[in-house]
């Protein structure tokens, strides 16, 4: 899966006709999201608020779930969520921690 870099931060999909609302999100996933789907360790894929320190912001997210999340590091870099996928920004849970409102 082929990997660009837009203010140097690693993205996959250079453009995106998706607004950042949910449902356009929910339709690029349906679309894209196979791309996320098939990286090691996702098990899972849905929208969202970006939780950042532990707080959830405002800003709208791809949330991937994973079952074992773990340091970028100790992952190849084509095995990583990257930042932003097709321009929208990604945030990566671990599906254990994942609970209902």
């Known amino acids: 899966m082929p990997s660009e870099s837009i203010d140097g931060v690693p993205c996959r999909g250079v453009t995106s006709p998706y607004p950042d609302d949910f449902a356009s999100l929910a339709s690029m996933?349906?679309?894209h999201g196979d791309e996320l789907r098939?990286?090691?360790n996702v098990v899972g894929i849905g929208v969202g608020y970006k939780v950042t320190g532990g707080v959830e912001t405002h800003r709208r997210c791809i949330t991937v779930f994973v079952a074992r999340k773990v340091p970028a590091s100790a992952l190849?870099?084509?095995d990583r969520v990257p930042?932003?996928?097709h321009l929208h920004?990604?945030?990566?849970i671990e599906a254990s921690a994942a609970r209902a409102p």
């Not at 920004?89 to 990566?92: A, F, G, I, K």
Request: no cysteine; proline share 12%; net charge negative.
């Open 38 to 40: 098939s990286l090691p």
């Open 29 to 31: 996933i349906a679309e």
């Open 83 to 85: 930042p932003r996928f």
């Open 89 to 92: 920004l990604t945030d990566v």
């Open 76 to 78: 190849d870099m084509d």
